[in-house]
């Protein structure tokens, strides 16, 4: 939409009635490029950990299979899909997941892992971690 009106305004008018427009409608143009298309991105810290082995097969919340050689997670509140980047504080490895359950349900845990994420982060050994997790809240 607003390249047709930089278009119109630059090209068929050749800036005639708009000479001094023809400078800020580029910058308009970009700004709303570089602003419009931005989403959130939220941080959240806390301890993380990883699925028990009993719960390979059971159907998760959002009524997938839980497999453990996935790269998914749990989360309390946010939505079925949305990919979570997660930093383990102690040694700066990251992975990136997708939410397709609900939980941890224990107090000060804010992700519950896969164990092929646990073992992307290096945490299977001390079963929970601090971590940093980051994703982009939608509009």
């Known amino acids: 939409m607003l390249f047709l009106l930089y278009y119109k305004v630059c090209y068929l008018n050749q800036g005639y009635y ?3 427009m023809n400078k800020l409608i580029p910058v308009l ?3 709303a490029l570089a602003f419009g298309s931005c989403s959130r991105k939220i941080v959240e810290t806390g301890k993380a950990s990883f699925y028990a082995d009993k719960f390979v097969g ?5 009524g997938a299979v839980f497999k453990q050689n996935k790269l998914t997670a749990a989360h309390k509140t946010l939505p079925f899909g949305t990919k979570v980047k997660v930093k383990n504080q102690a040694n700066g490895k990251t992975v990136k ?4 359950d609900r939980g941890p349900f224990v ?3 804010i992700i519950d ?4 994420a646990a073992k992307r982060l290096n945490m ?3 079963g929970v971690t601090n971590v940093t997790i980051k994703y982009k ?3």
């Open 18 to 20: 708009f000479s001094g």
């Open 58 to 62: 059971r159907k998760t919340a959002s």
């Open 124 to 126: 299977v050994n001390t």
């Open 107 to 109: 107090q000060g845990r």
């Open 113 to 116: 892992l896969s164990k092929k």
């Open 29 to 31: 143009l970009l700004m």
């Open 97 to 100: 997941v997708r939410i397709n």
């Open 137 to 139: 809240k939608k509009k």
